[in-house]
């Protein structure tokens, strides 16, 4: 494949910090936040990623900001407007699934055009509620005319709430988007009793050339106007699922800049790519994904340690 097309991704929402507890006891603090994670791991992957996030002037503000100074992460707008930090404890079963109580705030800020960004990716709550929403809105139609988008539905319906205001809300960015990814955990939130196929062809009726599925161990899928492209799962032995949609993210993203198919300029490319380009690029972010969740926390993995498991598995 060849490499990205020159430019960066800004990344715009929320970030925050995990507190985990874990199933024997131990508590620990790790950086999160579903569009933070997905910028760590673009840049982790090689992507130039700007984020625009807000933060408290506090500890747990530190902790994030050199978490993405060590990841190359480029912080954008005024990031320092919050008078504490979001958190979240995360509480992992035995399984290593994860359940959260959140302390959050939704602001966020605006962000000036540039358009030596190709690719502009927002979700989770950040984009759904006010006024963090307004923000999102805005920089995605600063974007539009030269950048792609995509939206990560990752519903937390304890944050956002549920029913008829959750759908329309992130039906309304998938109506901006050109791809939408969500887990089928997402699809049954935004609409109970629709089967996955279904749900997935009602997102994709909204505008965007391409809806993504994640299944957890069954693999993905990627739903265009004309197919449905399907990548196995990995068999991995999990430690937790933190962060493991934000690598599956990143890596989709990142997958896609290297088919070429990132900027507005590339729409029609996105547009008519076909099961050689989704194949490879859902299989790729599965294995991010297995790879993410084998360790504990939000920890996505390099372009090299991805090249590496490519590599074992095809000469296995």
């Known amino acids: 494949m060849p490499e990205p097309v020159a430019g960066s991704v800004l990344v715009v929402g929320e970030s925050l910090v995990d507190v985990v507890l874990a199933a024997d006891g131990t508590r620990v603090a790790h950086a999160g936040g579903s569009p933070a994670n997905v910028a760590v791991a673009l840049s982790r992957l090689g992507i130039p990623v700007e984020l625009a996030t807000a933060l408290g002037a506090d500890d747990f503000g530190g902790l994030l900001r050199r978490h993405f100074a060590a990841a190359g992460v480029r912080l954008v707008g005024e990031p320092l407007t919050?008078?504490?930090?979001?958190?979240?404890?995360?509480?992992i079963d035995p399984s290593g699934a994860?359940?959260?109580?959140?302390?959050?705030?939704?602001?966020?800020?605006?962000?000036a055009t540039?358009?030596?960004?190709?690719?502009?990716?927002?979700g989770s709550f950040g984009a759904l509620l006010g006024p963090g929403g307004a923000a999102v809105a805005r920089a995605i139609e600063t974007h539009a005319g030269h950048a792609t988008v995509s939206y990560d539905v990752n519903v937390r319906p304890a944050v956002t709430g549920?029913?008829?205001?959750?759908?329309?809300g992130?039906?309304?960015?998938?109506?901006?988007?050109?791809?939408?990814?969500?887990?089928?955990?997402?699809?049954?939130?935004?609409?109970?009793?629709?089967?996955?196929?279904?749900?997935a062809r009602r997102l994709l009726g909204l505008g965007p050339v391409a809806v993504v599925v994640t299944e957890g161990r069954d693999g993905s899928r990627c739903y265009t106007r004309d197919d449905v492209f399907r990548a196995p799962g990995r068999a991995v032995a999990v430690v937790d699922t933190i962060g493991a949609g934000?690598?599956?993210?990143?890596?989709?993203?990142?997958?896609?800049?290297?088919?070429?198919c990132l900027g507005a300029?590339?729409?029609?490319?996105?547009?008519a790519a076909g099961g050689a380009v989704w194949g490879d690029v859902l299989d790729r972010a599965n294995a991010a994904a297995a790879l993410s969740v084998s360790r504990a926390g939000a920890s996505p993995p390099t372009r090299s340690e991805l090249d590496q498991h490519e590599s074992h598995l095809a000469s296995a």
Do not use: C, M, N, Q
């Open 82 to 91: 919050l008078p504490r930090t979001s958190s979240a404890v995360a509480t």
């Open 162 to 168: 549920g029913g008829p205001a959750l759908r329309a």
């Open 98 to 111: 994860a359940s959260y109580d959140f302390d959050l705030s939704a602001v966020l800020p605006l962000v």
């Open 265 to 271: 300029a590339r729409r029609a490319d996105l547009g």
């Open 170 to 199: 992130a039906e309304r960015l998938a109506r901006t988007s050109d791809l939408v990814k969500a887990s089928d955990e997402d699809l049954a939130a935004l609409y109970p009793g629709a089967s996955l196929d279904d749900a």
């Open 114 to 122: 540039d358009r030596r960004r190709i690719h502009v990716h927002t």
């Open 246 to 260: 934000d690598a599956f993210a990143a890596a989709l993203i990142a997958g896609l800049g290297r088919a070429d």
